[in-house]
């Protein structure tokens, strides 16, 4: 029934623990992934409380009471799980890891648990039992593809995301996400890398200058505008690693002419509250909207990040408003939309590479953008090719839910969480493969390194960049200096033949 | 014998079938409780019903995504969830127990469709719980009540296929039919309080799976009155 093949070399390897033993045992926990030291006294009731507690005000006891009501345990989840695939471990199969979530809700929350444990006297929560649920919970990726293929309609994916929120609260949060997202709320400069702004301001200034140079089009990054149509949020690690998706975002808001601004109060899309805590999710949406809201901007934009999008699409209007929060679109969303509405012109004759696409889950599973950049890739690659199963039953890179950001886990990542990608990659044959999402890029260029495969990995609107074809009307160099330029081995700027690598 | 053939299939059938209904209908009930609960306390209604509608008709018909992954056993599952259904309702000699205490009557299988789907049920149930022994990935998730399930139901199939096809005599007959009613009338019984439930439930899955990441809209401020972790820093 598996489909991936990790060697045991490679499955030794992936998990390994790297933590030291009188970490462990300071900890009082077992995980590959680093955690701060916090209260390890009586876990087991202080899980309860928090669970309790959860289940008052939120509504996830409705779920619960339905799914124990009828588990099947029928494992065509183990199928569709990528981690399972590469284990072989039955305690990878997402039914058995929801299961222990579950068993403890039947136990210690509804009448017939409780009356079961008072005649047998045991099925009490214990500490090895937390242990694997804390182990269990951050080895799934929670792409949600096993969720596709319950008969019954589970949604595994939610389990996780309960089990990794009660977590949480009471300490046990991969450190990783907890630095980030305390940078994010608590820290100077309000995001998760810590960026300041006059450092935001000068990268955005020095991509101007280098898109001038290249397109000789005055392409900006207007700050802080008041009024704009979209107010432009992209995962705050693109200002420092995703140079070519910035410039060519900014450069198809240069060929419409539509007004955006990047608000500088308040500029990062990253959301790790969809990994780990409804809390974190909720404040740190907040802030999105806070900024929409002080520029009076008509629309959030949301960069090319997958979770960023979906949490922002799907929870602005939990959090903020209802009805009246601000429409959330994302910038692929956008992009075809003026694509499709003849205001961008893409040069087919570019991009001559082989091209393939990777859907983020969180833009896929729900069938929310899957034909879109794909419509605009085979307009202007002319060696476009489909990895299979795509759309929504894509296969996760083996990086979501929030595993990309613990470098401590890499080895678990590009093998056991990455080789079902990795061998779709491979088997596709793509020189290039577009990963319009931070996560899974970073993810992706990783595998593509340890799993020794012969590709690039970019965003989509590095692409878009390359190819985008400028009215006259905006070029502002004269023709000798273009001339001039070829000759000195740079391309003419209105057929973006020759897109410079950066 | 006879007596408790009688009995069996009398009230205590009787009881055993109100039981069901009104299990269900209580489950569903409290289904439908808690959805709209959450519906009224969620911060975003706006539901997404064409994605509900499309991915429930996925799984009530089960035509194409079920056979993606796993054929073998879909293949399996599905005929035999047919032949639960379909031979219990539409056999003749239930519809005539039906048309003689409650008076209601409905067309019936024709005997070599009943004789085969009954014959196929049980094999495709026989190969399932082989399935459920063999297979690491679903033996090693099966619980007690996974297998017992199976052969529980297999029960009234089995027996019912003997005596209705098989020349046994009238005390190996009665014995035999006695286990028939008296098994149908346990699974009866059980069904609303066991995993069989999602014979009810399963169709509105995917909405309470949307309806479940509608989150209220101050969870932030209520968890942390209840936790005592107001102002507590990240």
Known sequence: MRTTVVTDEERKKALASTKKPEVVERQKLNVRYHVEDCDVNDRPRRFLEVFAAILKHSNYKMVLDHFIRMTGRCSRCAVACHIYQATDDPKDIPCYRSGLLLDVYRRHFTMGGLLKGRISGGGYLTDEKIQEVAESFWNCTACRRCALECPLGLDHGLITHLGRYILSEIGIVPRALAVSVRAQLEGPFHNTSAVPVPALKDTLEFLEDDMFEEKSVEIKFPTDVEGSDYVFFAPVSDYLMEADSLMGIAAVFAATGDSWTIGTGYFDAINYGLFYNDRILERVIKNVDQETRRLKGKHVLIGECGHASRVAKNFMPTYCGGEDSVPVINILEYTYKVWKEGRLNLNPDVITEKIAYHDPCNFARNRWIVNQPREVLRSFCKNYVEMTPAGEDNICCGGGGGAVSMDELRPYRTTIGGKLKAEQIRKSGCEILVAPCANCKKQLRELVEDQGLDCRVVGFHDLVYKAIKFDDSLLVRKEEEVTAGQNNGLSDPRDSSEGKEK | ?234
């Not at chain 2, 009398?10 to 299990?23: H, K």
């Not at chain 2, 209908?25 to 409290?30: E, K, N």
């Not at chain 2, 293949?75 to 209601?104: E, T, Y």
């Open chain 2, 1 to 234: 014998m006879g007596f408790l053939l009688q009995f069996a299939r009398g009230p205590l059938f009787r009881l055993c079938f109100i039981i069901m209904l009104l299990g269900l209908a209580r489950i569903l009930f409290l289904d439908f409780w808690g959805a709209q609960k959450v519906y009224r306390r969620a911060g975003d209604k706006k539901m997404p019903w064409r994605l509900i509608a499309s991915r429930t008709f996925e799984w009530v018909f089960p035509v194409k995504r079920v056979f993606r992954n796993r054929q073998v056993y879909s293949f399996f599952s599905i005929l035999f969830h047919i032949g639960l259904i379909i031979v219990p309702v539409f056999l003749f000699a239930h519809i005539s127990l039906w048309k003689s205490s409650v008076g209601i009557s409905w067309p019936a299988l024709p005997y070599w469709w009943a004789f085969w789907l009954t014959a196929a049920t049980i094999v495709f149930a026989t190969l399932m719980l082989v399935e459920r022994l063999v297979v690491k990935s679903i033996h090693s998730l099966s619980r007690g009540q996974d297998y017992l399930w199976l052969l529980l139901l297999l029960l009234p199939f089995v027996t019912g296929f003997v005596c209705a096809n098989l020349n046994i005599s009238a005390g190996v007959y009665q014995f035999l039919m006695l286990v028939h009613v008296l098994s149908g009338d346990l699974i009866f019984f059980m069904t609303p309080f066991t995993k069989i439930a999602h014979c009810v439930l399963a169709p509105f899955s995917q909405v309470i799976d949307a309806l479940a990441w509608k989150f209220p809209p101050k969870t932030d401020e209520d968890i942390c009155a209840t936790l005592s972790k107001k102002g507590a820093p990240v």
